[in-house]
């Protein structure tokens, strides 16, 4: 514990200085003091999720980055799968802030459509099943292969599209970010 505790001084320097950030704009910033910002870097202080959550946002990282987790010589990911009403999300990426990738397994028999409207830009391609979009006032039906952009401020709802369960990749972009897709004829 002590270990990992030790590399995130290191760990906090490195992103500053690659950032071009001062100790001060970094404190303006997350609200720290310049003095406990030096602290964390240098050791002198243990590092706290209180003091690590902003600093990991605001460096847009993971947590586990800067507290490095321990290496275990295993190349595979382990996504951990967040589970909503329902749905299952695998996460693919891990850029807080940024365009977010997800395999979503949608079950069957979620019931009547209810459109929301939030911000962001999604895109989705269905893997497997079929899935139900309702997106304003116009409804389809997606089948394995085929693929949906839109707004997210348009009122929205989907879901698998039959007694069956859907799977679909997800990447959605909080800020409105848009994919651009391009197919070249041959």
């Known amino acids: 514990m002590d270990e990992v505790l030790t590399a995130v001084g290191p760990r906090l320097r490195e992103l500053r200085r690659r950032a071009g950030a001062t100790l001060a704009s970094l404190s303006e910033i997350t609200g720290i003091s310049v003095s406990t910002l030096s602290r964390l870097e240098s050791g002198e202080r243990k590092p706290s999720l209180e003091l690590l959550l902003p600093l990991a946002r605001v460096h847009r990282v993971p947590l586990d980055e800067l507290v490095g987790a321990p290496e275990t010589g ?18 693919l990426t891990r850029r807080p802030g940024g365009v977010q990738a ?12 209810d459109p929301r409207v939030h911000e962001g830009y999604e895109w989705f391609y269905v893997l497997n099943g079929r899935v139900r979009l309702v ?10 292969g085929e693929a949906a952009e839109f707004d997210t401020h348009v009122p929205h709802w989907f879901a698998a599209a039959d ?10 972009g909080p800020q409105g970010e848009r994919l651009h897709v391009r197919a070249r004829t041959t």
């Open 74 to 91: 295993d190349p595979r990911v382990h996504a951990r799968p967040i589970r909503r009403d329902g749905r299952t999300y695998l996460p």
């Open 102 to 113: 997800y395999k979503l397994i949608l079950p069957p028999g979620e019931g009547e459509p």
């Open 135 to 144: 997106l304003g006032e116009r409804e389809t039906v997606l089948k394995p």
């Open 163 to 172: 007694s069956r369960p859907a799977e679909i990749l997800s990447l959605f």
